[in-house]
């Protein structure tokens, strides 16, 4: 029996080995409100956040999640989210802060970086370049607890409670997380995709998740230039 322990502890530690994503993406084929990517950090608490990707999509009748993460206390507890009407919200504990004037192009890669710290309480979107209105979402609290990120699907509860309505359909890539506000230059290069400083919570190349149903990890789609 101990060594049946034994085996599955060092099964379940070279399942959590990191993986150099870099060149790849992650592909969500269908409408489903089962498959994601869990993706596993081992921090509990933030006081500051930027998060970066980039993502290519259809989706243009409906709301969509980008990115996903949740605490036992908040289901949105950092919730990049795509409203119907072509608005960015950004929700922060729950509480929400939207954003106009982000033009969502059609079958093309598109890169977005938010950030928001709780002294100030002001979040941030950067959308293909351009950066948003500051505005204030939710302040005096870090972001703290059990947290699991997921990609794919809007947590409606900590890890679960999944909606078709909310999911994504298209490809995700380049996904970076800081437990600091990135400078606008730091946001520049990432967006030129430019050398920049790789996420210190979440690094695109080293990544550690988990896959639950049919989601693919395939190489980018690169167009040949002549």
Not at 26 to 44: D, L, M
Not at 188 to 210: C, E, I, R
Request: charged share 15%; aromatic share 12%; proline share 3%.
């Amino acid at each position: 029996q101990m060594a049946l322990v034994l085996l599955l502890v060092m099964l379940t530690a070279c399942a959590a080995v990191p993986q150099d994503l870099s060149g790849k993406m992650f592909t969500f084929p269908e409408v489903t409100n089962t498959a994601h990517v869990r993706i596993t950090t081992s921090r509990q608490e933030f006081s500051a956040v930027t998060v970066c990707l980039r993502f290519f999509t259809d989706l243009h009748n409906r709301d969509y999640s980008i990115f996903s993460l949740a605490t036992p206390s908040f289901d949105n507890d950092f919730l990049i989210f795509k409203k119907e009407n072509g608005v960015t919200e950004l929700n922060i504990r729950n509480k929400i802060a939207e954003f106009v004037g982000q033009e969502y192009g059609l079958n093309v890669w598109h890169s977005i970086c938010t950030t928001w710290d709780s002294a100030s309480g002001l979040g941030q979107v950067w959308f293909d370049g351009n950066p948003s209105s500051r505005k204030l979402i939710s302040s005096g609290t870090n972001i703290k607890g059990s947290i699991l990120i997921v990609l794919g699907q809007e947590q409606d509860s900590h890890g679960g409670a999944f909606d078709t309505n909310q999911c994504f359909v298209g490809m995700m890539s380049d996904v970076h997380m800081w437990d600091y506000t990135l400078s606008p230059c730091e946001i520049q290069h990432y967006m030129s995709d430019l050398t920049f400083t790789p996420g210190n919570v979440l690094n695109w190349k080293a990544l550690d998740f988990q896959i639950t149903g049919r989601v693919l990890t395939e190489d980018k789609q690169k167009l040949c230039c002549y």
